[in-house]
Nanobody, 124 residues
Framework: QVQLVESGGGLVQAGDSLRLSCAAS????????VGWFRQAPGKEREFVAT????????SVADSVKGRFTISRDNAKNTVYLQMNNLKPEDTAVYYC?????????????????WGQGTQVTVSS
């Protein structure tokens, strides 16, 4: 069982940066693949980024490529999403997700554990 708690969201202007954090409970978190998803009002939850348990494999959505970076610190049981050059279309609730296993995952249904989400609002 893993519990995830996101933090770091807020209201920023276009072009600004934010770093989201996801703190995980559980001593075996290093054996979990992790991901970030987002959901804007009236839209479906969409994939943002994923990272394998050992950080050797990673992938980000085309819409954020070159601007967002996912990373993890297994010693701190924490996953990060560094977001640079934010755009108004990045406005959404951002969710951290985890699933037992090594490989990266792109689909929300492939993750068993979810955080409660953190709001990111980007003004133009």
């Amino acid at each position: 069982q893993v519990q995830l708690v996101e933090s770091g969201g807020g209201l920023v202007q276009a072009g600004d940066s934010l770093r989201l954090s996801c703190a995980a409970s559980g001593r075996t978190f290093s054996t979990y693949a992790v991901g970030w998803f987002r959901q804007a009002p009236g839209k479906e939850r969409e994939f943002v980024a994923t990272l394998s348990w050992s950080s050797t494999a990673t992938s980000v959505a085309d819409s954020v490529k070159g601007r967002f970076t996912i990373s993890r610190d297994n010693a701190k049981n924490t996953v990060y999403l560094q977001m640079n050059n934010l755009k108004p279309e990045d406005t959404a609730v951002y969710y951290c997700a985890a699933d037992l296993g090594r490989g990266i995952r792109y689909r929300a249904r492939d993750y068993a554990y979810w955080g409660q989400g953190t709001q990111v609002t980007v003004s133009s």
